[in-house]
């Protein structure tokens, strides 16, 4: 266990020097969020009509943006196979990256989104709803994200070959997501149970299949 | 401890690197790996650190852990540095020692020299000074198997000494070493097995 945080401690200082994924995430989220109002026009209820889904899926596009960075630095210097060799699984390794990459990215993009949602004249009942669909929500995304990283290891810019890997996986997530939040939803409903569920599936499986894919690299 | 290979064949993308290879070290002995580029020192290297499979033949490490590998046991300097070039020189090492679980930062920074530098960033490293970083691993966490891929590349020659008096001090202490070689390294070797050509 301190073995592992020792490794998530490193991957959120070199995320907070290097600003590299996150802040390319943030910036393109809050890009478009500021330009679809424009783009779609000032008509206010069809902005608020739009707002959770524009908000779901620029939280998708933006992990993704960020996804190819979850092991390729390490395995390009050569620290996965330092940590292929140490006492921890390559799963508990895949998984705490996963991790690092949520607390990195993803939560806190998922925290803002539903503020910054008042850009697009987000309904204020739903702000509270979405915010803890999202948080949860985007733990899957960062765990899923990393099966598409460990996969396109190898591969330059292979962000456009994660996005196609990992997209169909992200849809369960932003259908649930959105029905978590559309409506007049309660805080805890079944959308988000289900959303919970999915969540919990990725946190066991996710790991296991990156873990795999890092080992026939490595090989 | 005994490390031995037996009848050991290494296949990489449908061709065979090397095979019937055979070998046994004991404590304190260094094996040196000499031969050809692509002859397969740095996939000989690889199997021992149970990085990947042998095609044929098996590894046994007698005397060791029972509960581990002899990767886990074993400490591989390949060609990588493994150091993030956005943290320093201590970072870096505090990060595998906390990870590999637990040595002594101060022994490994003066094995290598390396305490001038502690607090810089690893990014205004020479390729060098770098390998000294990637070095000091060996030092920081005690580990009896070392696996070193061209240990000595780039380094000065005060650097060589001290990579030099780090394996004896190594041995010593009944330690094994593996070192793939293009250059005599400055320690006796007590066996060598040269790849490709047969």
Redesign the interface.
Known sequence: M??L???L??DL??AA??GGGAGTALGFFLAVLVLLPIGIGPDQATLQRLAPGILWITLLLSVLLSADRIFQ?DF????L????????SLELVALTKAVAHWLSTSLPLSIAAPFLGILLNLRTEVIWPLALAMILGSFALSLLASIGASLTLNIRRGGLLISILVLPLYVPILVFGMSATTGNPEMINPSLLILAAITLASFVLAPIAAAAALRAY?? | MLLSAENLACERGGRTVFSNQNFSLGSGELLQLTGANGAGKSSLLRLLASLSEPSHGKISLEGGAADLTSGQQAHYIAHGDASKSALTVAENLKFWRDFLGGGDLEAALSALNLAPLADYPVALLSAGQKRRLALARLALVPRAIWLLDEPSVGLDEASQKLLVALMSSHLKAGGLIVAATHVPLGVKSDRNLHLGGQ
């Open positions: 301190t073995l945080a020792a490794l401690r490193r200082i070199l020097r290097q630095q390009e210097d050569g620290s196979e330092v940590m292929a060799m140490a006492p921890p490595l090989k």
